[in-house]
């Protein structure tokens, strides 16, 4: 019997008598400009992405290096010839990395956290590069031990040059040179987030006006060291704008933002300016060349008067603007909102918050001449009362679908002085919430204003009672689709009895958070509510009884049900629960004290494809 016995390595002996081996030459040894160069000539990724694992070192080594940096695998074929099998097996590993690719041609990569080093960023430039390539990168935040650096930067910038969106959050580490990578290797990007980066300069700013001219996209949030002459580049050499949203940067003013409005008048279609020290004379800018501009927001703006507003109306530039938001600008007037209204006619979608010198007149001024409104959203304007609001809805578009007012504290019931109501028949959707004046009186005049109404929103009204949802329930002909009533501590089981039997055949939607209910509710539902999907009955008097009563109806599939904090809901209704499991897709069981954690686990182990919260 033949045995194969291997050469064991010779031990070599001092001259003590003591023995030691001898070790082998490492590559470690070499400096680095040699591993670059070794690395240069592997004939593939998955070969480079194999050294990038052996160490950090290796790691950095292989992300630095540049696509055009890399052997033509031609030469490589060249110098080591192989005969045809192995260039036939050469064949296949291509086509296996280029299957490897997804079908958009890239990659998208987010870095969190801890996870947030230059490490992670080195990796991903190595990983992404054999497979298609990375285009999209989103980097928020990072630990203050390993923090992300120039040095992550520059190997997505060498190793990334298909990036096309970059989002850098809160990163006090990133400077101007970390940028400069960027904007030096990666050409193609189109889309640029920048958010609380306080290293970050004008500097950036003019290396990536140079570097990405197909920029079209540009968001800058609290970067304080960003000023006009970093926008005044951009608006030099990416004419392609297309959004641009600038929040809280100090040291930009009239100068910059006008810049790049001026250059891409034909192409910014959505402009996002708050916290800046801009003034009227930029409101004529945006006015003017506004052309194209569909999307408008402007927040916060204290050196902004009623002048600006009066002028932005009345230049006429903002012949395409689709929806507007104004928040926090006390420069805002009942004037300037009467022009606003004239000037913008085709605005659709209008969000007014925080403007504490707006008032009624100003509010039925701007419904009389906005012909197209949609939309009118109303948020801590504490000078619109209920008159205001009535003669706003006699006077509106027929266009006007939706009608929202939130913590506007002037909200009062009035009984006298209201002119002949005429009802608006185009409005299908009313939200009021936190109106603390806002009770019955007034809802029952709303049902006769908005006979066509499916969505309704009644939230923290104490005011509202069964008496005047009634009124509301039997004035709405188009049947109620969604309605929400969380906080309305008033209303019963008789409201609620009454909304399932006379909208039975159109209720999909039904939040009763917080109302005073017991099962007589869950009852009327089970018999009533054919299409109910969504329903919330938390911190509702429920018992297992209800729960039950739902499980066993043979007409309704609820898909979503909350019974957060319903301390009646006990163990009992496991059964049900089971059975309702069958079309239950979202159980929402948190702070319900009397189901046992032990009859959760059962649940969750059964209903296996229901996501439960408890």
Known sequence: MDVYFPLSKRSRTSASGEKFEQKKPSIEVLPDECLFEIFRWLRGGRERSSCACVSKRWLILVSNICKYEIRDNNIIHALNPKDESTNKKGGIVSEVEHNDVDSDGYFTRNLEGKKATDGGLAAIAVGTASRGGLGKLFI????????????????????????????????????????CEIANGCHRLVTLDLCHCPAVTDKSLLAIAKGCPKLNDLTIESCANVGNEGLLALACCCPNLKSVSIKNCPLVGDQGVASLLSSASYSLTKLKLQALNITDEMFSVIGHYGKSVTDLSLTSLPNVSDKGFWIIGNSQGLQKLKSFTIASCLGLTDRGLEAVGKGCVNLKQFYIFKCDLLSDKGLVSFAKVAGSLESLQLEDCHRITQIGLFCSLLNCSAKLKVISLVNCLGVMDVTTGLPPLSPCESLQSLSIRNCPGFSDSSLAVMGKLCPQLQHVELRGLHGITDAGFLQLLKSCNAGLVKVNIKDCVNLSDKGVCRLTNLHRWTLETLNLDGCKISDASLFAIAENCRLLGDLDVSKCAITDSGIAALAHSDLINVQILSVSGCSMVSDKSLPSLRNLGKTLLGLNLQQCKAISRSAIDLLVQQLWRCNILF
Do not use: H, K, Q, Y
């Open 140 to 179: 928020r935040g990072s630990n203050s031990w390993n923090r992300v650096t120039t040095v992550g930067l520059r190997a997505i910038s060498r190793g990334c040059p298909s990036l096309r969106v970059l989002s850098l959050w809160n990163l006090s580490s990133i400077g101007d040179e970390g940028l």
